[in-house]
């Protein structure tokens, strides 16, 4: 079982601002990282650290956290943003990799 | 430009061993800044953290996997490899490589690989 929790699905409509939230006693400790998945796609990173973008990332995305709480926001959705959304961290130890259950997008 | 890539068999038979290769381009993989994961993930299913690497040899594992997994380096040939043995239809997934960095309290994985789909069936 997960150590990190998502909402399994979430809409939004075109344009409007969503939040994709990620929960997990970890989170107190460790950033999350943020993936979007398209089908038949590998998953690419959307937000690492404390809220950094690689290159190519539309400003649109952004990260922040509040105790066991990480959210991605999407500020002005767009089609193209309907996809897969998984969140990554530690578990409690450290030392090993977890991953959200994932949450399903969808831009109405 | 960092290129990661699955190379293996598609196709396994249960309770044989599964075996796959990701080769590292364009950087090298005895970067101290790196570790090397593989991560899989079942049809319909999420993302599935199997276990990781360093350069030196230090691994992590998948608890729920570990009994079954060993992750290796080649660092002359720029390649690590995955050991998954006595696999079962569960285990029919795509399997990605990835690059991570785990540094102070930031772990993400920034580059990928395509992914290999590795079927098991008799």
């Known amino acids: 079982s997960s150590e990190l929790t998502q909402d399994p699905a979430v809409s939004v409509a075109l344009g409007q601002t969503v939040r994709i939230t990620c929960q997990g006693d970890s989170l107190r400790s460790y950033y999350a990282s943020w993936y979007q998945q398209k089908p038949g796609q590998a998953p690419v990173l959307v937000i690492y650290?404390?809220?950094n973008r690689p290159s190519g990332i539309p400003d649109r995305f952004s990260g922040s956290s509040s105790g066991n709480t990480a959210s991605l926001t999407i500020t002005g959705a767009q089609a193209e943003d309907e996809a897969d959304y998984y969140c990554?961290?530690?578990?409690?130890?450290?030392?090993?990799?977890?991953f959200g259950g994932g949450t399903k997008l969808t831009v109405l | 430009q960092l290129q990661l890539q699955e190379s293996g068999p598609g196709l396994v038979k249960p309770s044989e061993t599964l075996s796959l290769t990701c080769t590292v381009s364009g950087g090298s993989i005895s970067s101290s800044s790196y570790y090397w994961g593989w991560i899989r993930q079942p049809p319909g299913k999420g993302l599935e953290w199997i276990g990781s690497?360093?350069?030196?040899?230090?691994?992590y594992y998948n608890p729920s996997l570990k009994s079954r997994v060993t992750i290796s380096v080649d660092t002359s040939k720029n390649q690590f490899s995955l050991k998954l043995s006595s696999v079962t239809a569960a285990d029919t997934a795509v399997y990605y490589c990835a690059r991570l960095v785990l540094r102070q309290a930031m772990n993400y994985m920034d580059v990928w690989g395509k992914g290999t789909t590795v079927t098991v069936s008799s």
């Open positions: 650290g404390k809220n």
């Open positions: 690497i360093y350069y030196s040899g230090s691994t």
């Open positions: 990554n961290s530690r578990d409690s130890s450290g030392n090993l990799v977890v």
